[in-house]
């Protein structure tokens, strides 16, 4: 075990060193995975210390790493609260996953990203299961229509009191709203 993980360190240190973009993604790559996995015995320091070194490294990937990782971490239940929310704050293409699924998403999140942030990434926390009234308040302080439509297009999904209030004022006016 301690020659894999020598081995796997010096391997790292290796692609640490090269500044060639592959060498970068193969680092963020190893560095998850070392992170995520289940066998790896990090201490509390040692992951702080990945995880700063992973929120570094996601800075200066290309989108389409990026886009990848965040597939990979939306439904990750132990991926780094600071890495989720870094992403979820990303270009909509990458941050969608992780608005619609990740768990680690906090209310106060969600919230400022709905506040903060474009129409696309309301959309997309507004198509989450299981948001708090909290997040739900946020999205219809908006008043807008396919926050809205997207939220009642969820089998179960809550709407908040004011949403509906404005379903109803809405419905008067348009058609697809009275259905």
Known sequence: MAEVERRTSSDLMALARDRAANSR???????TDLFLSSDARLSERERALMEEIIVKLVHEMEMQVRSELAERLA????????LIVLLANDAIEIARPV???SRLLQD????EIVRQRTQEHRLA??????????VRQALSDFG???VVETRIAIRDAAISRQAI???VEESRRLDRFQQ
């Open 25 to 31: 993604r193969r680092l963020l790559e190893n560095m």
């Open 75 to 82: 439904a990750s239940a132990a991926a780094p609260h600071e």
């Open 99 to 101: 608005l619609q699924r």
């Open 108 to 111: 106060t999140d969600l919230v």
């Open 125 to 134: 926390v507004a198509a989450r299961q299981g948001m708090s009234e909290t």
């Open 144 to 146: 807008d229509d396919q």
């Open 165 to 167: 209030e404005y379903l």
